[in-house]
């Protein structure tokens, strides 16, 4: 048998973050979810502390324990988008005083000191927010760098230009310095932006394939995406909202549904106009080294069919 992957995923929920909590639980015979870490950027801390405790009551995953972190980023100040995802940051669903219990620890100390006691390149991180906490974890301690298998992140884009601004995704852009700390990091970082999710937006047949689903988890996710999918309409006129981060689980899971490049990405720190832009030097165009695998392009079918799929798996627990 596989061994299990042990993974922390540090996020900060979200509709996209939530749903991607539903693929990572849905999957216990691969990964082992150590804990759950959050981050202010869709919303306020206490909020998108909230919200992945209520994505643990939905689940019905108690054991899963929740810290939360920063509740800004380093340097900048806090940017949110409840445009996006609404007041609460999970519009959509029923929001409420959740029985999950949220850890006294600080998630950068229960980063710093799960990776301390692991073993050398043992941990999987999870980042589907801004990427504070993962920063100032590697500042507070940098023996932890050693403990990390390798990190699979949602964040950047390419081709895609930016959803924040015309140059920067959402999850770089909030704490720019923090994101350019990671990818200084010598770490395995694979790197999932606008550029691959795009190509999943959730159309209106992938939808009602999951409101086919009748458990509790399908139909929160379901809920969430017709939530999610009304800004999409609006921005994109798309048909339907990219599944953002739920790439980065989908991703874990199967890798071969995506194709990747190794190349240098560098985040932008200085210019206000251009401030959190992926600089991707996709054809090798100068001689900055290699820092992460940038993933490019998905099987959208097959991600759905995952999804979907794992989605399913939550019929036997209601
Ligand atoms: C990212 O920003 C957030 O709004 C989403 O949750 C996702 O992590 C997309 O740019
Ligand atoms: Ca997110």
Redesign the pocket.
């Known amino acids: 048998m596989k061994k299990k992957i042990p993974i922390i995923i540090d ?7 939530a749903i991607n909590l539903f693929l990572a639980m849905s999957s216990p015979a691969e990964l082992e979810i150590i804990g759950i870490t959050t981050v202010a ?2 919303v306020s801390i206490s909020l998108t502390s909230r919200n992945a405790r209520i994505i643990c009551d939905i689940a019905g995953r108690p054991d899963i324990p929740v810290f939360a972190g920063s509740a800004h980023p380093m340097k900048r100040k806090l940017v949110t ?1 409840e445009h ?2 609404g007041k609460t940051g999970l519009n959509g669903i029923d929001i409420y005083e959740p029985v999950h219990p949220l850890h006294e620890m600080h998630a950068v100390d229960f980063i710093v000191e799960t990776l301390l006691a692991a073993e050398d390149e043992s941990i999987t991180l999870v980042l ?2 801004p990427l504070t906490n993962i920063a100032l974890a590697i500042q507070k301690n940098p023996s932890i760098l050693s403990k990390i298998a390798e990190i699979i992140m ?2 950047g884009a390419m081709r895609e230009g930016g ?2 601004s015309p140059s920067a ?3 770089i852009v909030v704490d720019p310095h923090a994101a350019d700390i990671v990818f200084h990091s010598n770490l395995k970082i694979s790197v999932l932006g ?1 550029d691959v ?1 795009y190509q999943v937006p959730a159309t209106q047949s992938r939808k009602d394939r999951i409101r086919a689903m009748t458990n509790e988890v399908a139909r929160s996710t379901s809920k969430m995406l017709d939530l999610f999918d009304r800004f999409a309409a609006i921005k994109y006129s798309s048909s339907g909202a ?1 599944l ?2 739920p790439c980065t689980i989908a991703y874990l899971l199967k890798p071969e549904l995506f194709t990747g490049k190794q190349c240098n990405l560098t985040v932008e720190t200085e210019s206000e106009l251009t401030m959190g832009h992926t600089a991707i030097d996709f054809w090798q165009v100068t001689d900055r080294a290699v820092n992460v695998n940038w993933v490019y392009s998905v099987d959208s079918n097959g991600f759905y069919d995952l999804l979907i799929e794992r989605l399913s798996r939550f019929d036997d627990r209601f």
Do not use: I
């Open positions: 996020c900060d929920p979200g509709q996209d973050d950027g869709n988008a996006v995802h589907t927010g949602m964040g959803n924040y995704e959402f999850n606008l999710t990219p953002n981060d």
